[in-house]
């Protein structure tokens, strides 16, 4: 009898639990944005508006949409937006398709050409070198494709569309962004509701248990029903349990030390307090001074030089002079010692790295390797400055060989062996001897 009672009151608690989930799954496909958007659309008018492209082949669509979203989508939007490149919308009608393929395959071949449109689509966008794509002609096709058929482009404004003639809601942005605050509120008010089922339920058995126990009628297997404990002493002491806990405590032992290994030495994130609170965000940032202007030798030597208390001077004898930093320069010139300030960037003795070589000769920025420098109060380390890190931009970087005789001959020689593009380590930027002898 009692047995009964209890699973009778199990299962009425599972089919609750199976009719809220089915409830609230039922609710939630009626709320589904996609099915709003399509609710009352004719369906002819659905299938035109999912259509991928007026007279495009789905099949070279979707090749083109893998191979945009594997290898363009970091730089570039399929809309009009500007990521890293160019938004992409509409080149097919701003470019030809010939020179779109050759811009695609080794964008620096077309710029070191001398064509006119690759040289300024380059000094558009800040000189970003594009890596070259060892894709065929068809492949390329296929993107430009994907691109052209609007699949993934943004709409333009990104507003809610205009009201029905009709005096019906629009479906847009601000209708989906509702429906999403709505949800959101349903499911916490589903969980509570939830939650307090079960503690209802529990508080029930717990009543029914203890009336059971004082009613003294129950028989052996009845109370041993009621009265029945599940044993954690069984799970912790199960082998197969220790042996899991024991495998995952080696395996994060084990993780944590590989972490620890690999990043000795490297200083990412190194932010030391300096003796003057210099901001390079309002200098560099607000007030737009040159690099080279404090720091003199960034393009000519081999280090960049540390600024001197006289560089300082030069505005500060006049601006700010009651500041208590400022003070601290004018008591180093009037002691004749420099000031003491922290290196931040520091390569260790075996690695050779000259300065003008890359800001000069490779027309390397300073943000490429001191960060968003203009934008920071106090200087930290922002690259890892690692060997690896150093090997993988001279691999992706292409050399700047327009106007240089130095390179004709060698570049002739790579484009005969190789389709990439002629970077630094194609002209032996890898070679151990560059930076250790």
Not at 38 to 67: F, H, N
Not at 147 to 163: C, H, K, L, R
Not at 312 to 324: G, L, P
Not at 357 to 385: F, K, W
């Amino acid at each position: 009898m009692i047995s009964c009672i209890l699973k009778a009151k199990h299962k009425f608690l599972i089919a609750l639990l199976f009719a809220v989930t089915a409830s609230f799954g039922a609710w939630a496909q009626a709320s589904d944005p996609a099915n709003v958007a399509t609710k009352g659309v004719e369906p002819e008018a659905t299938a035109a508006a999912s259509e991928p492209g007026a007279g495009a082949d789905p099949a070279v669509i979707s090749a083109g949409q893998a191979l945009f979203r594997n290898n363009c989508a970091a730089c570039h939007s399929a809309g009009s937006e500007v990521v890293v490149g160019p938004g992409l919308q509409g080149m097919s009608q701003r470019r030809n398709e010939a020179w779109l393929i050759s811009w695609i395959k080794n964008s620096q071949a077309l710029i070191q050409s001398g064509d006119a449109d690759a040289i300024a689509v380059y000094e558009q966008y800040n000189k970003q070198a594009m890596p070259s794509f060892a894709f065929s002609d068809d492949e390329v096709k296929s993107i430009i494709a994907y691109v052209e058929s609007g699949v993934d482009a943004a709409p333009a404004g990104g507003t809610a569309t205009a009201a029905a003639a009709d005096g019906s809601q629009p479906i847009g942005d601000q209708a989906i962004g509702a429906i999403g605050g709505y949800l959101d509120i349903i499911l916490v008010v589903l969980i509570v509701v939830l939650i307090v089922l079960v503690v209802t339920l529990l508080l029930i058995s717990s009543i029914l248990k203890n009336y059971l126990n004082k009613n003294k009628q129950l028989d052996e297997y009845d109370h041993e029903i009621v009265n029945q404990r599940f044993d954690f002493s069984k799970v912790y002491k199960s082998s197969a349990v220790r042996t899991i806990v024991a495998l995952i405590f080696v395996v994060v032992l084990i993780d944590l030390g590989l972490d620890k290994a690999m990043g000795i030495g490297i200083q990412q994130g190194y932010q030391p307090r300096q003796p003057i609170a210099f901001s390079h965000a309002l200098h560099a940032g607000e007030h737009e001074i040159n690099c080279n202007y404090c720091h003199t030798t960034v393009y000519e030597s081999k280090n960049a030089s540390i600024p001197s208390a006289n560089i300082c001077m030069n505005c500060h004898s006049q601006i700010k002079t009651e500041s208590q930093e400022i003070q601290k320069i004018y008591r180093a010139l009037e002691r004749n010692k420099p000031i003491e300030w922290v290196r931040i960037h520091n390569l260790p003795d075996l690695a050779y790295f000259n300065h003008a070589q890359h800001t000069q000769v490779a027309g390397v920025e300073c943000q490429t390797c001191h960060g968003p420098i203009q934008e920071m109060d106090v200087v930290y380390q922002y690259a890892p400055l690692t060997m690896g890190w150093c090997i993988d931009c001279h691999r992706e970087t292409p050399l700047n060989t327009k106007g240089n005789g130095y390179y004709d001959n060698l570049v002739k020689l790579h484009e005969a062996s190789s389709k990439g593009a002629f970077t630094v380590a194609s002209n032996g930027g890898t070679e151990c001897s560059k930076c250790h002898y």
